[in-house]
């Protein structure tokens, strides 16, 4: 159980990327946890108008399982907002995965693809995500929980956006 220190430091970078949301901030922040990529992606999700993007090593369960990431994920997807996510490994998030597979039969716009090993998507060393088009978190390192995140950058996103354009186009 999360003791209340770090419960209190969980709830103070949750109001702040919150704000940073609203505001349509172009101040880039860092991110050093797994919950705080949580924060992150539910965020994006739960602000999303258009399109989200993710690359990343396989879902975390930290991240990916985490409630109110789920919860925005799926309030996304009923608001037609389209989810592409590619992986280099298999997905690792069970409760999202269950997920998924219905809001598939349901016909919402969500995509997963996950990478062959070996092949040059799986071995990229970062990982990142777009929201919208000018929102989004950047992962040099995926063996490092160590990002930054921008909530209005729209060209820095789109660079990510084209990348993510073709590894996914090269993923059968």
Known sequence: MPSKRNEKELDNYRQTVERLAELDSSEVFSNGRPEHAAII????????????????????????????????LESALDRKVKVEILTQESPAATNFLAKEKSWKEQ????????????????????????????????????VKVEAFACMNNPEAAADLVNLFGKMYRAVA
């Open 41 to 72: 992606f539910s965020t994006f999700l739960k602000h999303a108008k258009d399109r989200v993007v993710i690359f990343c090593q396989n879902l975390s369960r930290e991240v990916f399982d985490d409630p109110c990431v789920l919860s925005n």
């Open 107 to 142: 016909g919402l716009p969500i995509s997963l693809k996950t990478a062959a090993k070996g092949s040059p998507v799986a071995e990229v060393n970062a990982n990142f995500a777009v929201a919208d088009g000018k929102a989004y978190r950047f992962e040099p390192k995926r």
